[in-house]
């Protein structure tokens, strides 16, 4: 992977000024897909340079996928994939489909049309065990009232890659893994601890040690942040952005909090009513009005509004660390 | 924007070469969780032993006094086929072996499957009140039995095996019919579904098990009896019979520890890491309604045991199914023999119905474990 490439997936601003710098890779990789009104009733397909750059067998692929509960699609005609190791991060307001589609991807709910793809191969063709192998979920803190261990709870995520025998138990590799795992999220020291004794941050971090555990090439994003408070919200994101940086993995996500989301995201979806309203880097999507348009709000208005507060005082957001 | 500095690569990789003081602090953090792991061995063996003089009490204790130097004697003799001391009478012996150790291994066999089966569900459902019996099981197998008893019709070849046999298949048959009506109902198979379907199941057979105990009274007392359960006029041949099936039920369970651990912490997740759920959940409902039933057809319902084996165990050992299953085995086999022993001495020479036992020292034993612990564990 090229110098450009690996900056880029390490946060919008940085790979910006890259990008300004190699101009002729930029060329290619702008372009937003934006469609108005119209073209997302009508269901149009719009592509752009974007999507030229494949690569014959994208880890995912989302073709014309629909699902949805009880006869009614949520999801409708969904197609993307991704392209090499990025970040991305699905936005649009509530109950336009993110999670449906994530459940969608993780084979989790069955797709009413079209396809999703990994590797090139339907998963409707796989087992959910080689799906697991692939993509791992992380969903929203919730409560759990049961002692496990921190230990135990990570060791369930190597289930998918533990052989099938009569009675399996974790080997030295697995061991291993998990205990590196537990040192990517800072939690080593807490191994032996049960996890109904530990705070809403820290039980996250043991669920996405847990998740990294199963050494997924793509970790799917439900709202990890969720009752998290401020700096622990920023701790999850930094350590999943550390994990796609080093691993060279992607990770697709729903995180409604837009700085987050663009902290994380090296390419925004932004849905709208089941669909896919526009597709495109973080930056470029940042700049446009389609998120004032999927959320019927002035989005950026917004921002600086709340930006507005700290000025009088003179405080530099950036020094105050 | 500002990274952190240590990089998930650089920390394996001073795990890999564990150089000076940090291989030395690797190790004893391995040697903390070796221990937070095997530290429940000392506690297993504590249980073992317990259920072991459990055991030999119940089989000493009765209308006469045996001496538990007398049935280990009794027991080489039988087992190992060494030669019985002299002063060991013949009687004491048919005693222990013809009539106490069978009825003591059966409440054994009979409650270690419904302890399992009480786990398994409760874990499977996720709900602390679920069992085999608020899914039919019970209804459906004391249906079945009552209207063998009321036709007195016997399959050919099962002879009196007929009564328990009936009262399985009735069982199982039960579950399946209330599993599938609720995933009728909802195609995803959510464990409220299953629980509403089960006890709407459950209340409706045993209405029908009223209506045929009612149209012949002559047989009346005899279902009712046979609903609160008893260990008496068990022999051999019951123990041979119920033995194979328990332990092979269990044994299957054990295979799914995992699974079971992962469907505690919700079924999308236990999905998203790789359990095919529903063929899983299927496998584990019908293993452990297969328990339960088989268990009830042979002793009757006796209730508690299913709802408090994987309660307590679960306090004393933590939640990983490693340990809770075989020792929901374990303590629901050693608390079932306990509680025939109660029934049959403490009124002699009435016997009490062994179900109403369960439930009369079982609760208060609940209420000590559950609520006197954890308040330990909070001061």
Same mark, same amino acid.
């Given at each position: 992977m090229t110098v450009s490439a690996s900056a880029t997936t390490a946060c919008p601003v940085t790979s910006a000024l890259v990008d300004a710098e190699t101009n002729a890779d930029a060329e290619v990789r702008t372009g937003v897909e934006i469609r108005t009104d119209a073209e997302i009733r009508t269901g149009v397909e719009i592509r752009t340079g974007a999507e030229i750059r494949t690569d014959a067998n994208a880890l995912l692929e989302l073709e014309d996928a629909s699902c949805g509960y009880g006869g009614e699609d949520v999801v409708r005609k969904v197609s993307f994939r991704t392209h090499g190791h990025e970040n991305i991060c699905l936005l649009g307001p509530n109950g336009c489909g993110k999670t449906t589609l994530l459940r969608a991807i993780s084979g989790l709910l069955p797709l009413t049309g079209g396809r999703v793809l990994i590797d090139g191969t339907d998963i409707r063709h796989m087992r959910q065990k080689d799906i697991s192998r692939n993509i791992a979920m992380m969903s929203q803190l919730a409560t759990v009232h049961f002692s496990y261990t921190v230990e135990e709870t990570v060791m369930l995520g190597r289930y998918v890659r533990m052989k099938a025998g009569l009675f399996e138990s974790p080997g030295k590799e697995d061991r291993r893994k998990v205990r590196e795992c537990l040192e990517a999220v800072e939690m080593a020291d807490l191994a032996g601890r049960p996890i109904d004794s530990l705070s809403g941050g820290q039980l996250q971090r043991v669920f996405l040690a847990r998740t990294l555990a199963q050494e997924p090439r793509l970790i799917l994003l /439900?709202?990890?942040?969720?009752?998290? /408070?401020l700096r622990h919200q920023i701790e999850l994101v930094d350590h999943l952005i550390r994990w796609s940086e080093t691993e060279g993995r992607c990770i697709i996500g729903v995180l409604h909090d837009i700085g987050l989301a663009s902290r994380l995201a090296d390419r925004l979806l932004l849905m709208r009513n089941g669909m896919l309203a526009a597709d495109g880097r973080t930056r470029d999507i940042l700049d446009g009005n389609c998120l004032n348009e999927v959320y019927g709000l002035d989005v950026r208005a917004y921002m600086r509004n709340m930006l507005k507060q700290w000025e009088p005082q003179g405080g530099n957001f950036h020094e105050s660390r | 924007m500002k990274w952190p500095k240590r990089s998930i690569r650089t920390s394996t990789e001073s795990g890999n070469i564990r150089t000076g003081t940090e291989s030395g602090n690797i190790r004893t953090r391995e040697l903390e969780i070796g221990m937070a792991g095997s530290g429940k061995g000392p506690a297993i063996l504590l249980s073992v032993f317990c259920a072991l003089i459990i055991l030999i009490v119940g089989i000493g204790v009765g209308s006469v006094f045996v001496p538990p130097r007398e049935i280990l004697f009794i027991m080489a003799n039988r087992i190992l086929g060494f030669r019985l001391p002299a002063g060991v009478e013949e009687i004491t012996v048919s005693l222990v072996w013809n009539l106490r150790f069978p009825r003591v291994m059966m409440a054994f066999i009979v409650g270690a499957g419904l302890g399992v089966s009480g786990t398994v569900m409760q874990s499977v459902l996720r709900n602390p009140l679920a069992s085999s019996y608020t899914l039919g099981v019970s209804s459906g197998a004391a249906l079945g039995a009552g209207i063998v008893m009321v036709t007195g019709f016997s399959v050919p070849f099962l002879g009196r095996l007929t009564l328990p046999a009936v009262g399985l298949v009735a069982g199982v048959l039960t579950v399946f019919i209330a599993v599938s009506f609720a995933s009728r109902m909802d195609r995803a198979m959510s464990s409220n579904t299953i629980i509403l379907a089960g006890m709407v199941f459950s209340l409706f057979i045993n209405a029908i098990l009223t209506l045929v105990a009612a149209m012949s009274r002559d047989q009346m007392q005899r279902i009712i009896f046979w609903q609160m359960g008893s260990f008496s006029l068990k022999d051999w041949k019951h123990v041979a019979t119920l033995a194979p099936i328990t332990i092979m039920g269990i044994l299957w369970l054990i295979r799914y520890v995992r699974e079971l651990d992962m469907i505690v912490f919700g079924e999308e997740q236990a999905q998203s890491m790789g359990v095919d759920l529903k063929k899983v959940k299927w496998m584990l409902l019908g293993l452990s309604a297969a328990l339960t039933g088989s268990a009830v057809a042979f002793s009757g319902v006796i209730g508690f045991i299913d709802l408090i084996a994987p309660h307590v165990t679960r306090k004393v050992f933590g939640a990983s199914h490693r340990f809770v299953v075989p020792l929901s085995a374990l303590f629901g086999g050693a608390f079932m023999v306990l509680a025939d022993l109660v029934s049959r001495t403490i009124l002699t020479p009435i016997e009490l119905p062994v179900g109403a036992v369960t439930a009369l020292i079982g609760a208060p034993f609940f209420a000590w474990v559950y609520f006197g612990r954890s308040r330990k564990g909070v001061s």
């Open positions: /439900d709202e990890p942040t969720n009752h998290l /408070d | -």
